[in-house]
């Protein structure tokens, strides 16, 4: 039946996402290799100097961006999937389907959520931490997932506004906690890019 959530499309999806994760990973941490083995051999020779600032922006990248990657491709993820899953509700009382108005409301209600703590993130993660922040969003986006699987209509609309809230913290934590750390290390600012 056309628009019905399939768990096995899903879960065929799923698994072709992590693959590509998995293979971006061995990538890039091939590269970190290569790259390392590179430079320890221009430093061994002579041709270059040790340098510790760039090795602990090495170290800063490596520890900020899987995490932002990984926060990234489970915001990605949930606007088709959830798109479907809400599609293929029905209400508890009559037993219909939810109708494209139902779904878009619940869509629309994280949103509003987003916009109304989206003006306030920044400061909400300023003064209350920015590694808080970002484990505050990974919490959300795992709310707002595990919501999914409940039938009512009020937790699937609650988990939509926590994944607003989330959505609104991904766009002010990680690089608040990244551009925070690398001014605690004293890193030129350049490198920020």
Excluded: N
């Amino acid at each position: 039946e056309q628009g019905v959530y399939m768990a096995a499309d899903l879960a065929a999806d799923l698994d072709k996402l992590l693959a590509a994760l998995g293979g971006a990973w061995l990538v890039l941490t091939l590269l970190r290799r290569a790259t390392a083995s590179r430079e320890a051999a221009a430093v061994a020779d002579g041709s270059a100097a040790p340098s510790d600032t760039a090795e602990a922006l090495r170290r800063l990248q490596w520890q900020y961006l899987p995490a932002w990657l990984l926060f990234k491709a489970a915001d990605w993820m949930q606007g088709p999937y959830f798109h479907e899953v809400y599609a293929s509700k029905r209400h508890v009382a009559t037993g219909e389907p939810f109708s494209d108005t139902d779904v878009s409301r619940l869509f629309l209600a994280g949103f509003v959520a987003a916009t109304l703590v989206g003006t306030a993130a920044g400061s909400l993660v300023d003064s209350r931490g920015r590694r808080a922040g970002c484990v505050l969003y990974a919490a959300a986006a795992g709310a707002a997932a595990a919501s999914v699987v409940c039938e009512r209509p009020e937790l699937l609309l609650a988990g939509r506004v926590v994944g607003g809230i989330g959505t609104s913290l991904l766009a002010a934590a990680p690089e608040a906690w990244l551009c925070a750390e690398h001014a605690r290390l004293l890193l030129p600012a350049a490198s920020l890019g």
